[in-house]
């Protein structure tokens, strides 16, 4: 085990971050599924498509195919066939021939523009043009969507609507993901208590193991809930134990922060190795992180906001990394600060805010009431983080601030 900070010396957010990201891998293990079962799960593969999308040159309107160049010549054509989508075509058209086609249908090899029906006059077998047409009209092209041999979804995306769309449009029926990761919560405190339960004098409802595991369920994790834990050192040994065997992430909140840690550090020292970090975060600061035999460990605050925001800005990348997730960097604007934002130098803030647009399409933002590490309900209220740098001071109202606007793990 290892205290890499003091009570005076904060581990800078950023620092903290990539350590984290250095010790846990990716899970290499993969299965094969149905695309319609792979909504959120992450490619195990580079997708190359071995088709064309189109697969051939087809109308983008109901119309009239013929060749171009036989219309420099002519004023009208003749019909000689037909072609809708599903039924081309069979045959070859001559000079001053067209074929009738419809959208989707394939082009023969003969035609290169379509004129729309509406631009044409019909008597029995010939058609006239009314309106002049140009070279290639309202073709479609052959891979003109996805080329043959290009690569169309890379490794480490975790798929969504449009890459199943995407897979199927390809003709991908079945496709390798990486297998699903299984994290194991439990929640540490003698005074909680189980939503639906009687509290006693001093007791509270506990909401962390909840909200965590609604943001385990948005990454696709298998979730084994161990429930409340005693502040017990038996207790909580069993728990870690009983947790590391099942799991391959193990997540417990409270009893990180001074004098409560004893329990854990304690547990923890004997199983595996941890560190007890202090972030230079707010909210935040006591987070733990480390291996025990069989899984990856985060310990998270046991303050509802601490919890919550630590787990998204520390252990979330760490899991999307551990499930083959590309990294990405967290999505941020700029925005004008409306209100003044109280801050001292020495931590990293992400304050919570409400994000929107100004008259003028200005991309503005109000903090909420309380910055409270306690008052869930600014988390409620909020849809972004203001991200304030570790040494930077107070933020006065009409200044630029960096925004990070929720995303779908937490909010949403
Ligand atoms: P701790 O980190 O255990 O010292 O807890 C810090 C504060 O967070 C205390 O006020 C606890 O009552 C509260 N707390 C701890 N765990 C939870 C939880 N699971 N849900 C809600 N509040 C909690
Ligand atoms: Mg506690």
């Given at each position: ?12 957010f950023h620092q903290a971050l990539s350590m984290l ?293 520390l252990a979330v990348p760490g899991i999307m990394k ?91």
């Amino acid at each position: 085990m290892s205290d890499c900070c003091t009570a005076t010396s904060l581990l800078p957010f950023h620092q903290a971050l990539s350590m984290l990201l250095g010790s846990v891998t990716c899970i290499e293990k993969s299965e094969t599924l149905a695309i319609t079962d792979t909504l959120g799960r992450v490619l195990a593969h580079d997708i190359e498509s071995t088709v064309n999308v189109p697969p051939h040159n087809n109308s983008a309107m109901d119309g009239y195919a013929f060749a171009y160049s036989s219309m420099q010549q002519a004023k009208s054509f003749t019909l000689v066939g037909k072609s809708f989508a599903g039924a081309p075509f069979m045959g070859k058209t001559k000079f001053r021939e067209c074929i009738r086609i419809m959208t989707g249908a394939k082009i023969p090899e003969c035609c290169d523009t379509v004129v729309m029906q509406e631009n044409v006059r019909l008597d029995h077998d010939k058609v006239w043009l009314t309106k002049t047409v140009k070279l290639h009209d309202h073709v479609r092209y052959a891979g003109e969507d996805i080329a043959k041999g290009s690569i169309v979804l890379t490794k480490g995306k975790r798929l969504n609507a449009v890459d199943i769309g995407l897979l199927a449009s390809l003709g991908i029926n079945t496709i390798a993901v990486y297998c699903k990761l299984t994290a194991a919560i439990f929640s540490t405190g003698d005074e909680l208590r189980q939503p639906g339960d009687v509290l006693k004098d001093g007791d509270i409802y506990e909401s962390n193991r909840f909200a965590l595991k609604a943001m385990l369920a948005r990454q696709g994790l298998n979730i084994i809930d161990l429930g409340i834990i005693r502040d017990n050192k038996k207790a909580i040994r069993d728990a870690f134990m009983h947790a590391d065997r099942q799991a391959d992430i193990v997540i417990s909140t409270g009893g990180v922060s001074v004098g409560e840690a004893d329990y854990n550090k304690e547990v923890l020292a004997e199983l595996g190795e941890i560190n007890f970090w202090k972030v230079a975060m707010k909210p935040g600061k006591p987070f733990a992180f480390g291996k025990l035999p069989d899984s990856v460990f985060f310990g998270l605050p046991g303050n509802p906001v601490s919890a919550l925001v630590t787990f998204h800005q520390l252990a979330v990348p760490g899991i999307m990394k551990m499930q083959g997730q590309q990294a990405k960097p967290r999505f941020s604007i700029k925005a004008k600060s409306i209100d003044h934002l109280k801050k001292s130098p020495g931590r990293m803030d992400f304050q919570r805010g409400i994000l929107s647009v100004d008259a003028h399409g200005c991309a503005v933002v109000h903090s909420v009431k309380s910055q409270g590490s306690g008052i869930l309900s600014s988390l409620r209220d909020a849809n972004c983080y203001i991200v304030l740098a570790q040494e930077q001071g107070s933020v006065d109202a009409g200044d630029l601030v960096t925004v990070q606007p929720f995303d779908h793990i937490i909010t949403q």
